[in-house]
């Protein structure tokens, strides 16, 4: 007998039963907290991360149609003959 009051049977039974099931205890409490925490995704992703394409880029504005929408705010009185004709210059600049 030891010291402890351990035999050695006693201590064969605690190493090759009693610390496994504490050490597959352990494993399933961990298992199910980390599984809890993850939420499940709703549809299987295969093949890694999805694609999606670029959204579309911006359309060019037609300087001819911003010519004729600086008349129109020309005829209506929003901008004057001055304004009108700077802007337009600027734009049939640009192309």
């Not at 351990?6 to 050490?23: A, E, M, T, Y």
């Not at 890694?48 to 209506?76: E, F, K, M, T, Y």
């Amino acid at each position: 007998m030891f010291r402890n009051g351990l035999q050695p049977s006693h201590i064969i039974i605690l190493f090759l039963v009693v610390l496994p099931l504490i050490l597959v205890v352990v494993g399933v409490v961990l298992l199910v907290r980390r599984t809890q925490r993850r939420p499940q995704a709703t549809t299987p992703q295969v093949g890694g991360p999805q694609w999606h394409p670029p959204p579309p880029a911006s359309p060019v504005p037609d300087p001819i149609d911003q010519v004729r929408r600086l008349a129109d705010l020309r005829d209506s009185g929003v901008i004057s003959e001055e304004e009108y004709q700077a802007r337009k210059n600027k734009l049939l600049g640009d192309i």
